[in-house]
């Protein structure tokens, strides 16, 4: 995978791209690669007019639209028995 830095970038975007983030529960990393991959693989300019949507884009709409996150919430923890009791003289020291 490549790596770029983008510099000189308007306090006004990154303080959207953070926000954005921040409500999808991802880094302002992840969001910003999500929006770069997602605007060239949509055929919005004429240079990926052509270009199909790659299959993680394809998945990450499909999972969108099911409800994303919504549908998968952990439930939480139950302790299936009582833990075992050490007391006792077996188990003094």
């Not at 639209?65 to 919430?73: I, L, V, Y």
């Given at each position: 995978m490549a790596t770029i830095t983008?510099?000189?970038?308007?306090?006004?975007?990154?303080?959207?791209?953070?926000?954005?983030?921040?409500?999808?529960?991802r880094s302002m990393e992840q969001e910003a690669r999500l929006?770069?991959?997602?605007?060239?693989?949509?055929?919005?300019?004429?240079?990926?007019?052509?270009?199909?949507?790659?299959?993680?884009i394809e998945i990450m709409d499909i999972y969108r639209?099911?409800?994303?996150?919504?549908?998968?919430?952990i439930p939480p923890r139950q302790i299936a028995e009582p833990p075992p009791d050490f007391s006792g003289p077996d188990f003094d020291p």
């Open positions: 983008i510099r000189n970038l308007p306090e006004e975007t990154k303080r959207r791209l953070r926000m954005r983030a921040a409500e999808n529960g929006a770069l991959v997602q605007n060239l693989m949509s055929g919005n300019n004429s240079s990926t007019a052509t270009a199909k949507k790659s299959w993680v639209q099911a409800g994303g996150n919504d549908e998968m919430q």
